[in-house]
């Protein structure tokens, strides 16, 4: 079946510092490419999407690119701050009918100023 | 904001005790979702719903039932609650895109003791 893979973490960096979280995936057919974000004591945020191979989603300074031929959507940010601390989920969707997402493990990224 | 709340916010239940979550949408977005959050698992899905009626199981569905009378609203109930089912809810919508992406609640923290 499909799945998610994901470093687990606790990643731990100085502010500033360079972020990259790894996602590779296996599905059936070619799925959506989404990265969630969750802050403490909340619900999950979409962060960013990708939709075909190639594509680049970006918001808050956060990119990431599907890369069909190794399977792969690693998220990366380029400095880091300290409010970027919480748990970051990759997570892929084959946009058949209504199926649900199917999530990695989560991130957990925590950022020492 | 995807106009979802989710209720209670929090609860504490005793073993075999029936329990009902709500999650309530003020959007009238056609597809609905159910998940649970535990460490070590992300997110895995119980249930969802493609319509008013219209309901399917998910990967982890055994102990858990729904509902949907109203578009707005979706019903999870564990019938006789399991300490195993301590757990995070979190209810989730599908964006009206065609990139199929999902909108969480705030999630319900359920303690089964």
């Known amino acids: 079946g499909d799945s998610v893979t994901q470093m687990e973490g606790p990643v731990t960096l100085s502010e500033e510092a360079f972020l990259t979280i790894n996602c590779t995936y296996t599905?059936?057919?070619?799925?959506?490419l989404f990265w969630y974000v969750q802050y403490p004591g909340e619900g999950l945020q979409l962060l960013l999407k990708?939709?075909?191979?190639?594509d680049k989603g970006s918001n808050k300074g956060f990119e990431a690119t599907y890369r069909k031929e190794t399977t792969s959507f690693h998220l990366e940010k380029g400095s880091v701050q300290v409010s970027d601390s919480a748990v970051y989920f990759c997570?892929?969707?084959?946009?058949?009918?209504?199926?649900?997402?199917?999530f990695g493990k989560g991130t957990h990224l925590i950022i020492q100023p | 904001d995807a106009g979802i709340t989710q209720s209670p916010r929090h609860k504490v239940t005793e073993t075999g005790t029936p329990v009902t979550l709500r999650c309530h949408q003020t959007?009238?977005?056609?597809?609905m979702y159910w998940y649970r959050q535990d460490p070590g698992h992300g997110l895995r899905l119980i249930h969802y719903?493609?319509?008013?009626?219209?309901?399917d199981k998910g990967e982890v569905s055994d102990g858990y039932s729904v509902s949907r009378s109203k578009t707005e609203d979706f019903l999870l109930t564990l019938e006789s609650a399991t300490s195993s089912q301590t757990s995070v809810y979190f209810c989730?919508?599908?964006?009206?895109?065609?990139?199929?992406?999902?909108?969480f609640g705030p999630g319900t923290r359920l303690t089964v003791t």
């Open positions: 719903s493609y319509g008013v009626k219209d309901t």
């Open positions: 989730a919508i599908r964006g009206g895109s065609q990139n199929y992406e999902q909108y």
């Open positions: 599905a059936t057919g070619y799925p959506s």
């Open positions: 997570a892929l969707n084959l946009g058949g009918g209504a199926d649900g997402l199917t």
């Open positions: 990708a939709t075909k191979a190639d």
């Open positions: 959007e009238n977005h056609r597809y």
